[in-house]
C-alpha cells in the first residue's frame, strides 16, 4: 500500500469515526432509551471489570512506593512518600492505567462482540425486526464505558492508595490516620477534578472505538478478531492523547 | 429475572460506592482547604513573598489553621497577602499575632506561620491588618555563608602559616622531646593537687570562724554579736575622745607656756633663759656640781671608815649577812 492510500484510509478511517461520534450524540438523545439495556452493559463494563482493574491499582500503588523509596530515602524526605504516591495515582497513573487496562477489556470485548454481530447478521436482523440497532448496541455501551470508567477509577485509586500505604509500612512504619492525613494534605481539587473529568473522556474512548470497529467490522471471524485487536489499540492511542489534551488545557487553566 | 435485580443490586452498589468515596474525597479535600469550613479573613503585608502562592497553608502556632486566600501587589514594595483562617481559631489569635513566611521543611512548599505576641491584645477580627516578622531566606543566609567562607579561608590560611613555622621550630620540638618537663609538670601539678588541698582546709578553716562568728561564738564573734562589747567599745571611744581633747588643751597650754619661755629666752628675762644663755650662772652651777661631787667623794671616804670603825663595823657585818640570806 502506498503512502498516499494510507494517508487517505486514514482519513477516510477518522472521517468515519468522527461520523459514529455524530451519529451517537444524535441518537442518544431520542427516545426510545434502552434502559434495561444500559444497566446491563453498566453491570458488565463496570462492576465485572472492578476484580480486575482493583488488582492493578494495588499493585501500581504497592510497586510505586516500593520503587519511590529509595530515592527519597537518598534525598531524606522518606515522609513526603505519600505525598508523591497519592499525587502520582490520581493525577495520572490511576486515570491512566485503569482506563488501558479497561481498553484492554472493554474495548476488545465490545469489538468482538459487536464484529461477530455484525458478521453474523444480527445487526441486520434487529434493522429487519424494527429495532435501532445503533441505539440498543452502541448508545448504551458507550454511555456505559463513559459513565463506568470515573467510578472504577475513583475505586481503583482507592486500593491504589491502600497499596501505598502497606508498600510504606512494609520497610517503615506509618499509621493509618497520617497516611490519610499527609494524602488529603497533599491532594487538591485541582488534582482530583481534571483527573476525574479525563476519565469521561477515556471511557467515551474507549466505549465509542470498541462500537465503532465492532460495529464496522468485515471478512468474517477474521474480522471479529481483527476489530477487537484495532479497537484496543485504537482506544489507548486515543487515551494517551486525551491524556496529552487535557493535561494542556488543565495547565492553560492553572490547575498545574 | 431475578439474577437481572441482583445484577442491578451490585451495579448500584459499585455505584454508590464510587460516588461515596468520590464526595467523600471532595468534602475532605475542599475541608483541609477551607473551602466549605466557617472562616475569617485576616491579611498581612510583606515587602517580599519568596514564591508564597494562593493555598499555601497557613499555620498558628503551628496548628494548620487555613490557607492563602490571595497574594496582590499594593504598590512597587508592598504584597498583601489574604489568609482564610478557621472561626474556632479567632479567639486565640490576637491583633498583635506576629505573621512570616516560612518553608516546610528544607525543600518543601512556602507556609505562612501565625505566632502569638506576649503583649495582651483583643482578638483578631475580620479583614483585620496583622503585623509581620521578615524572615531570614535562603539567600540571606547563603550571603552569610559566603562571607564566613572567606573568614574561614583567611583563618585557615594564618593557621597553616602557624603550624608551618611551628614545625620549624626547634625550640618547640626541644621543649616537646624533654621527658623531664613532664616528670617536673607531673611533680608541680601534684604540688598544685596538694597546695589545693591545704587551700580547702584554710577555705574550711575560715568558713568555721565565718560560720562561729555568725553564730557569735570567738572573740570576732563576740565582737560582731555582743551588744554590751559594741556598748564597751563606744564608752571607750567616746573616754578616748574625751582624753584627746584633753590632750588638746594639754598641748594648748604647753604651747603658750613654750610661748612664753621662748618670749622670755627672746628677751633676756626669765628663769630658763638663766640656764640657757647666762654664762655667769652656768659657771656657778658647774662650780656647784664639783663641789656637790667633791662632797660626795668625802661623804663616800667617811662613810668606808663607818664601816671599819669598831662602833658600826658590827651593824655593817649584819647587813651583808642579811643580803646574802635573802639572796639565797
Known sequence: MSQSTKLKSFFVETGAISKFTGWFFHEFL???????????????????????????????????TMQLRPTLVNYGVEARLPDMVSLSLIREIGPVITALIFAGKIGSSIGAELGSMRVTEQIDAMEVSGTNPYKYLVVTRVWATT???????????????????????????????????????TVGFSDLLPATIKTFFFGFAVGLVGCYKGYNSKKGTEGVGLSANSAVVLSSILIFIIDLVVVQITDLLGFN | MAKQIINNIKLGIFVIAGLIILVTSLYMIGRNQSYFGNNITVRARFTNVMGLTKGNNVRFSGIQAGNVKSVHIVNDSVIEVAMLVEREFQPYIHKNAIVSIGNEGLMGNKVINISTNPIPAPAVENDDLLPVKKEVGTNEMLETLSTTNDNVAVISQDLKQTIKRLNNSAALWNLLNDTSISYNLKISLLNIRSAAVKVNQVATGLNTIVVDAHNGKGTVGTLLADTAVATDLKQAVNHINGASAEADAVIARLDSLIGGIQKDVNNGSGTVYTLLKDTATTNKLTNSLDNIEKGTAAFNEDMEALKHNFLTRRYFRKQEKAKKEAGK
Do not use: W
Open chain 1, 30 to 64: 431520542r427516545p426510545r432509551f434502552e434502559a434495561r439495556e444500559f444497566l446491563r452493559q453498566c453491570y458488565i463494563v463496570g462492576y465485572k471489570s472492578l476484580p480486575l482493574v482493583g488488582l492493578t491499582g494495588f499493585i501500581m500503588g504497592l510497586v510505586l
Open chain 1, 147 to 185: 459513565l463506568m470508567l470515573p467510578i472504577l477509577t475513583i475505586l481503583s485509586d482507592t486500593i491504589g492508595l491502600y497499596g501505598g500505604y502497606l508498600g510504606i509500612n512494609i520497610r517503615g512504619v506509618m499509621s493509618m490516620d497520617l497516611y490519610v492525613n499527609e494524602v488529603l494534605h
